[in-house]
């Protein structure tokens, strides 16, 4: 059935509307197959057949009656059988060799249809697997392993990294199953399991460890070839025996060098060859491995004859003499022979005392399945560098001088040798487990047969590496089996001598396997680093996701050819092996890691096919992992562990913001949980109170954000520590204002970023600014994490403004975050406040503490100064001293107050005697009302305006005809803030002289004495407060004050912004402050 449909009338069948059917299906398929590819910005989508994908349905109608009641949605949720026609048709090949051939072949021309997977478990996984896994350890160091280590401990050196990848395997199969994984493998895993940040970071391990891997494969290239198939192609010859080592190290660098640059050039050039030689290098491996196991049942019955030269019991190199002799008795003649002169320089020269002492013997190299050397190589043979290789069953006299004995031609340990670097040569190995993961896009049924394939294909490698530990220590003599370069059997590769019917079998079979695995590792890691490069989670490599027209990682291949050209430089296959180790035991460490993490978490996506899973086997493979990394080489994995560090900080810092669905997520998200229920259960202490805030901000017309600097002033307050909500109120009903909702929320969080304000944004709709800001107060935040301090703006503007809401609105403000017992900060003149890019100099923050209202004044400067911004400035303290306050005491106990806050702080204390009431307070009184009263009149009709200038009218003139008769003015008019002050007041005599001068002052202006004396006092408390604060906090950076509250009465609301007003007049900077009515600061620890 097509994938979009035409609606056509019902009861045309004209052969007209059938052709516009299919004419606008072909071309709708051609529109698929174009846009399937790429976002628009080069990097390649996420396919995906399912809901949101849909780009090529916008223009779909709907063909039928049958389904009329959803054809409103089809643009959006199409029909079940359009999704599921889509979905046969869905492809998860990226870009593998399959699309490079057919790019080559049609380069510029539009991609062909990519044919449908064929491969099956045993082509596509199970011999991939085992051509990684089986490799160049198996012939040039196991045998080495097991003669070093001993059966025993080599056994458990194989048994430790056979289950460390067979439980990686087993996670691995849960995530593979758990949905389609495209090609990218492992790499894709680890990355939508646990998020970018660690994807980017084990995927980068992951490629370095592919890298070196081709370094290892490489060296063990040129070990063969120099060292078994042509010794005599050596550059640097060692005219020394002690210079031999070095002259090895020096052939490996160039001959590895060229090697390297072979391989890259056959690998730019055609890849899809190395991909067909796939198989004839799995030919090679398959056929050594059949040799050493033929080789062994023929030790049964005839085992091959590889003497080993002895001195005493110590090991002799056979390769410059012929036979094991002393002298040598030709016909009546008896002579000296070659091995004579290498320990004496002459017939009558003095030879080495030991060679003397001991005699020479000859010992069969391989004495058979049958013969019980199994007993003798069941326990370790550790040395340290230089150590000569002896058979302890061999009698030795003494006379040895180690100082000369490294010039003599034994055989010797050319590294120090110890349980724990056997671990980290060794498991190279076992890697290679990826491999059926990484063909994920070529397999017919990947779900079924990842798991099979990788699972058997670890089967089979253990069992071969079990079987081999056990065969080569019952076949081999011990000292062979620690001759690591076979040098005490004429330069013969060691695993060679057992094999059947030749040792060129091993050989040559090595050599191609050596390098097939080389030119595997040059081909899959650029392709690992361009899938990272295109994901774009790591900015600085986003040039290596770049190619050539077919898609070939060109600069992906260069890179990779550097980096593997540090290891050809290390030289030894020794050293290079538990580097590439460390990198990926980490990728195996989180791929378990993913999968305890998502079986523990349940997400619903979480619904893998393999079921033979557990998140204890996960750990128990995770934690393996990292203890097979400290002991394989500590300082290795610390190394490793700070690279993987530095680029997940790197990914968190500069990286692109995905959202995969990850684990990492998830777990978070189940974290948030518990704490917020845990944070549900109980107030937090006043030791753990800090600020956390809903900041009010106010948008212009275009939804701009008004205030920026309240966001930097945020981001100073909080130091990046608590809860910061950012809050906006939009006028109108949620359904006409969702566009302008979005558009207000995003340029929000543009501004946070911006002014680098860590946050959540929260856009309110409403019917009207009042209930939504309401509406935040109460509900913002979730939980225990809910805001306990409301930070706004002053309305500056609010005496400008004729639409009184404003005001009215900052008023009720404050009024809910009192009775919700929220701290409330307000900042005036905040456009002037610093952003986060200054550094004030040598200043002062002032704090002017009026009243006590939980200790949040002291506590805000200390804050602000842990903020770079404010670090230089001083914190000073004013407090005000009424006329019956000892202010020497107050100075003295307020030290030993911020003594035990542990706050530095200047102290001083400010004394303000009750002056009379001044003629400007009156002044400025009367002002304040007759604007007043004019703005209550601007809301009334005519009638009423005319009826209310009469009231007042008759109001003035009473007040001035009986302002003579009152006698009780001076006490209501008279500046006091206690009653006991009053009463002191009153006992003093002053009422003579106050009465006097109210009177006078009455007398200059009769309407003064009509004025409401409760206003008098707060404005004359206003004046005076603000003289003293503009003396002595004038040029301060910052100042902090605390807020007074609104009156209970809602008809004085306009007079409280005049005292507000009238309090703040002439300072830059000042934050008013009202506590939420607890303590927030406590000297206790």
Request: hydrophobic fraction near 40%; proline fraction near 4%; glycine fraction near 8%.
């Amino acid at each position: 059935m097509p994938t979009s449909f035409t609606v056509v009338p019902v009861k045309d069948n004209s052969e007209k509307a059938k052709e516009r059917i299919e004419e606008e299906d072909g071309n709708d398929n051609n529109e698929l197959e174009e846009n399937q590819d790429t976002a628009g910005d080069g990097v390649p989508k996420e396919n995906s057949p399912f809901i949101n994908n849909t780009d090529n349905d916008k223009s779909n109608s709907y063909d039928g009656t049958n389904m009329a009641l959803f054809e409103e949605e089809m643009d959006s949720n199409p029909m079940v059988s359009s999704l599921l026609d889509k979905l046969a048709n869905y492809t998860n090949l990226t870009q593998g060799a399959q699309e490079h051939e057919e790019a080559d072949d049609d380069e510029g021309s539009k991609k062909k249809a990519v044919k449908s997977p064929q491969m099956g478990t045993f082509m596509g996984v199970y011999l991939p697997c085992l051509q990684n896994i089986l490799g160049v350890i198996l012939f040039l160091r196991l045998t080495w392993i097991v003669g070093t280590a001993g059966i025993l401990e080599s056994l458990a050196i194989v048994g430790l990294c056979c289950s460390c990848t067979m439980l990686t395997a087993i996670s691995m199969s849960a995530i593979a199953t758990n949905g389609v994984v495209p090609a990218g493998g492992s790499y894709y895993m680890i990355s939508r399991s646990l998020g970018p940040e660690f994807g980017g970071a084990v995927g980068l391990c992951f490629y370095l460890g592919t890298t070196f891997a081709g370094s290892m494969y490489i060296l063990g290239t040129i070990e063969i070839l120099l060292t078994y198939i042509v010794p005599k192609a050596a550059i640097f010859v060692a005219e020394k025996k002690e210079d031999e080592g070095e002259a090895l190290l020096n052939n490996m660098r160039v001959y590895g060098t060229c090697c390297l640059t072979l391989m890259s050039v056959v690998v730019f050039v055609g890849v899809k060859y190395v991909n067909k030689l796939a198989l004839v290098f799995l030919a090679c491996v398959i056929l050594s491995i059949l040799a050493i196991y033929a080789g062994v049942i023929k030790t049964i019955f005839e085992p091959p004859d590889f003497p080993v030269c002895m001195l005493g019991n110590r090991t002799l190199q056979n390769h410059n003499f012929d036979k094991c002799l002393k002298e040598d008795t030709i016909g009546n003649l008896t002579t000296t022979t070659q091995l004579y002169k290498l320990f004496c320089n002459g017939p009558n020269a003095t030879c080495n005392e030991y060679f003397l002492n001991n005699n020479v013997t000859q010992i069969q190299g391989i004495p058979g399945l049958i013969s019980g050397v199994i007993s003798e190589n069941m326990w370790s043979e550790y040395g340290p560098l230089g150590m000569l290789v002896e058979n302890k069953k061999l009698s030795s006299v003494g006379g040895s001088d180690p100082t000369q004995d490294i010039y003599l031609p034994y055989v010797v340990n050319d590294i120090a040798s110890f349980f724990t670097l056997l671990v980290g040569i060794y498991f190279p190995s076992v890697t290679g487990i990826m491999a059926g993961s990484n063909r994920s896009g070529d397999l017919r049924d990947a779900q079924k047969s990842i798991p099979v394939g990788t699972i058997l294909a670890i089967f089979t490698t253990s069992i071969i590496y079990f079987t081999c530990v056990v065969l080569f220590g019952a076949c081999i003599e011990g000292v062979l089996l620690r001759d690591k370069f076979g040098d005490s059997v004429k330069g013969n590769l060691v695993i060679g001598t057992l094999s059947w019917p030749s040792p060129w079998v091993i050989v040559i079979g090595s050599f191609f396997s050596c390098c097939g695995a080389g030119l595997q590792s040059l081909t899959g890691a650029p392709r690992l680093l361009q899938a990272i490069a295109r994901d774009g989670i790591v900015p600085f490599l986003q040039v290596f996701g770049h190619g050539k027209a077919n898609g070939e990682p060109t600069w992906a291949l260069l890179l990779t050819g550097a980096i593997c050209e540090i290891g050809i430089l290390i030289a030894s296959l020794d050293a290079v092996a538990p580097i590439l180790s460390m990198f990926f035991l980490m990728c195996y460490l989180f791929v378990n890691l993913a999968c305890a993490l998502q079986t523990l978490l349940r997400t619903p996506n979480w619904r893998p096919r393999f079921k033979y899973y557990h998140w204890a086997l996960s750990f128990l493979g995770m934690s393996l992992c990292l203890a097979l990394m400290f002991i394989s080489s500590w300082y290795y994995a610390i190394v490793a562990m700070v690279i993987a560090g530095c680029i997940y900080k790197y990914i968190e810092y500069r990286g692109a913001e995905k959202e995969w669905g990850d684990g990492i997520r998830g777990l978070s998200l189940n974290a948030a949980r518990f704490a917020l229920i845990r944070l549900e259960e109980a107030p937090p202490h006043t030791k753990n109170w800090r600020p956390q805030c809903l900041v009010l901000l106010n948008l212009d017309s275009d939804q701009a954000v008004k205030h920026p600097r309240l966001l930097s002033f945020t981001s100073q307050l909080k130091a990046g520590k608590g809860l910061t909500i950012v809050g906006n109120v939009l006028e109108g009903t949620f359904l006409t204002k969702d566009a302008e909702a979005k558009k207000a929320e995003q340029n929000i969080k543009s501004s946070m970023t911006a002014e680098k304000t860590k946050g959540f944004c929260h856009v309110v709709v409403s019917s009207n600014l009042r209930d939504g800001v309401s509406h935040l107060i109460q509900s913002a935040g979730l939980g225990g994490m809910k805001h306990n301090t409301v930070l706004m703006a002053w309305p500056g503007t609010w005496k400008q403004s004729n639409d009184t809401q404003s005001w009215k609105n900052f008023i009720e403000t404050i009024r809910e975050t009192t009775s919700a017992h929220q701290a409330l900060l307000v900042a005036k003149n905040v456009d002037s406040f610093p952003t986060n890019q200054e550094r004030l100099g040598e200043g002062t923050i002032d704090v002017w503490w009026v009243v006590h209202d939980g200790g949040l004044l002291m506590l805000l400067p200390f804050l602000l100064r842990q903020h770079k911004v404010w670090r230089k400035c001083k914190m000073r303290i004013f407090t005000v001293a009424q006329m019956d306050d000892n202010s020497i005491q107050m100075k003295k106990d307020l030290q030993t107050f911020l003594y035990h806050l542990r706050l530095n702080a200047e102290v001083e204390v400010v004394e303000m005697h009750d002056n009379d009431i001044s003629a400007f307070t009156y002044e400025k009184t009367l002002v304040m009302e007759q604007r007043s009263q004019m703005l209550k009149q601007m809301q009334l009709s005519k009638t009423e305006r005319e009826r209310e200038a009469q009231l007042i009218h008759d109001r003035n003139t009473a007040s001035h005809s009986m302002n003579d008769k009152s006698e009780t003015l001076p006490d209501r008019v008279h500046m006091t803030w206690t009653k006991d002050k009053l009463f002191t007041e009153r006992n003093r005599n002053r009422e003579c002289n106050s009465n006097v001068a109210m009177r006078d002052l009455f007398n200059m202006k009769p309407e003064w004495g009509s004025l409401n004396q409760s206003n008098v006092r707060r404005m004359h408390t206003a004046i005076k407060l603000n003289e003293v604060v503009v003396n002595k906090s004038q040029g301060a950076h910052l100042v902090l004050l605390n807020m007074p509250g609104p009156p209970k009465n809602r008809g004085g609301d306009e007079n409280y912004m005049e005292f507000l007003e009238v309090l703040l007049e002439g300072l830059n900077r000042v934050l008013l402050v009202r506590g939420g009515g607890r303590e927030v600061i406590t000297i206790y620890s």
